[in-house]
């Protein structure tokens, strides 16, 4: 009798241990199930649908249906002139076909300010804002900052001539000679046959072309006329205002202009002599020419 007792005793306590073993796992089952919901669901994020680039795109490249792809965008980081619709990024029709006209990277957003117009090539007018206007300057390699400009960067240009001031001469240049800054921070939109902002490396250019205001061409085209322009390149972040700058050889050297006295011509005196006896009289009389 007490070997049954004991073996109900034995099988009693092992299945209370396997129905506590079972209840564990089931347990442990339902939060990692739990843990992998919440997991899934995240915060919630509202997204739109816009086009990106499915590969590297160079300036110059035509858009087509296959370098683009939709993907989700979040809305709360999305970016000014994206495209959602094939119809606005790939209008129909042969000659409609987008120009890229800075390079982008792999599942980059195609905004509005990195394509043209529908059929327009990636020229220098899709550079002009309203009311600008395209003027080439010539430059060498002094006047042009030794190669180092670039498509899309900010030049101050100064103008150097004659303009008839007196003052010291040395060889090679006339007398009245000056060194004037005409214009601040001009946009650079090509540099010889290139208008592409993503050109690395120095390029040995012979003339550059700036975006100006009509009245800003007249002045440059008369300064170019009578002169000589050079360039020099403003920094990227620097958005100081440069002042009047005007120097000729007398202010480089730190000279005065040297005082001309006139000298007023001494009055004529005319004389005559008379003899009395052995004396000799002078005396002042009117001068006749």
Known sequence: MRAVFGLVLIVGIGLAGFAVYMVNAMLENAQAEADRLRASQGPSIKTVEVYVATKPLAYGHRLTKEDVKLVQFPTASLPEGVFSTEEALIPEGKDRARTVLRNMEKHEAILEVKVTAPGEDAGITNKLAHGMRAFAIKVDTSSGVAGFLRPDDRVDIYWTGNIGRGGLRTEGQSEGDVTKLIETGV???????????????????????????????????????????????????????????????????????????????????????????????????????
Do not use: F, M, Y
Request: proline residues 3%.
């Open 187 to 289: 946009k650079l939109i090509a540099v010889d046959q290139t208008s592409d902002g993503n050109t690395t490396g120095a390029i040995l250019a012979r003339t550059v072309t700036v975006a100006a205001s009509p009245q800003q061409v007249a002045a440059l085209a008369q300064a170019q006329s009578t002169g000589k322009l050079t360039l020099s390149l403003v920094g990227a972040t620097d958005d100081s205002v440069a002042e009047a700058i005007e120097v000729d050889q007398t202010s480089l050297l730190g000279l005065a202009q040297a005082e001309v006295k006139q000298v007023e011509p001494e009055a004529e005196v005319c004389t005559i002599r008379t003899r009395r006896g052995s004396e000799v009289i002078i005396s002042e009389i009117p001068c006749t020419n």
